[in-house]
């Protein structure tokens, strides 16, 4: 994961400025190379030649500063997405989270909520999921409204029934969704154990006490100061030795909270708190 935070005279610094004062985003802690690939994806969606032209049109244009904002955080995702990490969810962190009373999984930067829906699938499988709550969390609005409607296009199913099945489903995931046309709705039950809010890594609190988080495929957009950040508050979150699952090509390397945390299924990036 790379550390590069912006240089004192960045070019990009009215930008993000904006973005802190109208939208309450704060991208300063982000690794340069992901902060310049979403100006650039910007610049295109927006049809404009340079980034001060763009830096000229979010200031005077509101729709024009949420497509920046919107640019800067890629939200696309899968159900299951790597199922060998929903697979170890299944079959080593059920069995810790079955031993307590009530279940609280905080999943972080959830996008448009395909990670928190597989969480609640797994959990509704284990005979967990009526103790259970999934609190899934973004700074995208339009994901969030997503995540919240539990809503995605029906032509995804059979990707989604491959994933599912590759990470150690035994039913079918049609099972726990319901067909109306073109779209695919998660079962009321599965929807009503997930809760969708915003709240940002770089800016917000302490959450609520939980006994996992998962937080995947975010923390290798930020610079090493807001990881650190995302990483504390995690650790403020979690009970003793509740669980932390990172994406596939995050760790805890190089993290001054690395020794906070204890490997627990170390391939699929699953960590215990100290
Ligand atoms: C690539 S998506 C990952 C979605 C999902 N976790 C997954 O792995 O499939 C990255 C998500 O991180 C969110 N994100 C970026 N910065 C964030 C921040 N400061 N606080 C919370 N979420 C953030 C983005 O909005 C986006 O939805």
Do not use: Q
């Given at each position: ?5 912006a ?60 497509t920046?904002?919107?640019?800067l ?20 962190v ?32 284990a ?26 296009p ?29 779209t ?8 009503a ?14 959450f609520?006490?939980?006994?996992a ?18 990483l ?6 979690l ?9 596939a ?26």
């Amino acid at each position: 994961m790379t550390t590069t935070t912006a240089p004192i005279d960045d070019p990009l610094a009215p930008l993000l400025a904006e973005l802190l004062e109208r939208k309450h985003c704060d991208f300063r802690g982000y690794a340069r190379p992901s902060l310049e690939r979403g100006v650039e994806r910007a610049r295109a969606a927006l049809g404009v030649a340079s980034v001060d032209e763009l830096a000229a049109l979010v200031c005077r244009d509101p729709a024009a500063l949420t497509t920046m904002a919107r640019a800067l955080t890629t939200s696309v995702s899968e159900l299951f997405r790597d199922p060998s990490y929903f697979r170890a969810w299944r079959d080593e962190v059920m069995p810790l989270l079955a031993t307590y009373p009530s279940i609280r999984v905080w999943v972080a930067g959830c996008g448009a909520g395909e990670e928190a829906y597989s969480i609640a699938v797994i959990l509704a499988e284990a005979g967990l999921l009526d103790r259970a709550l999934v609190y899934a969390t973004d700074i995208d609005e339009h994901a969030l409204a997503v995540a919240a409607s539990g809503a995605y296009p029906a032509e995804r199913l059979p990707a989604f029934e491959r994933n599912y099945r590759a990470a150690g489903g035994r039913a079918r995931l049609s099972d726990h969704v319901r067909i109306d046309g073109a779209t695919l709705h998660f079962d009321a039950h599965l929807r009503a154990r997930v809760s969708c809010s915003e709240h940002s890594l770089s800016t917000d609190g302490a959450f609520a006490e939980v006994h996992a988080v998962s937080c995947r495929n975010v923390l290798i957009y930020f610079a090493r100061e807001l990881r650190d950040r995302a990483l504390a508050l995690f650790l403020d979150a979690l009970c003793p030795r509740g669980v932390l699952g990172l994406g596939a090509t995050e760790s805890l390397a190089l993290s001054e909270h690395g020794g906070r945390f204890h490997p627990f299924v170390a391939a699929e990036r699953l960590y215990r708190r100290a």
